[in-house]
């Protein structure tokens, strides 16, 4: 079994051969949470600490939380959830420099302290892009 925070290396050099080429374009990150009991989602001091780090570190990338939900469970297969957030970077790069921010670590830190299991999705951020609340 392979750590959930450690990036999936095929993904991930898929990623940065788009991030390094001219067809960079934006990407739409869909993040499956759970959290830790003790982060007291959604209303607990830590969940809404690492909330508000990652929207400031997502605006200096120029990137936005689009819509945030939480999930009440799932009719069909079995992985628990407390929350789907859809992410929208303005480009792979920008994607890949979330890591790099001088807010990363302190992002980092509350990620750890927060989510117990996440999976990332990673889909066409430019598909109805007139449509998405980016201004």
């Not at 990150?29 to 001091?45: A, H, I, Q, T, W």
């Not at 469970?73 to 407390?82: A, I, M, R, S």
Request: with cysteine; charged share 25%; proline share 7%.
């Amino acid at each position: 079994m392979t750590d959930q925070f450690e990036p999936n290396e095929e993904d991930f050099s898929i990623i940065n051969s788009i991030a390094e080429s001219d067809m960079d374009r934006p990407v739409l990150m869909l993040n499956l949470n759970r959290y830790f009991e003790s982060v007291g989602f959604p209303d607990g001091k830590l969940y809404k600490s690492y909330m508000d780090v990652l929207s400031k570190l997502l605006e200096s990338l120029g990137g936005k939380i689009l819509w945030q939900m939480p999930s009440y469970g799932q009719p069909l297969g079995g992985e628990k959830l407390h929350e789907i957030i859809a992410i929208w970077y303005p480009s792979h790069e920008a994607f890949l420099s979330l890591r790099k921010m001088p807010l990363s670590e302190e992002n980092f830190k509350l990620r750890a302290m927060c989510v117990e299991h996440a999976v990332l999705h990673r889909c066409p951020g430019d598909l109805f892009l007139d449509k998405l609340p980016l201004a």
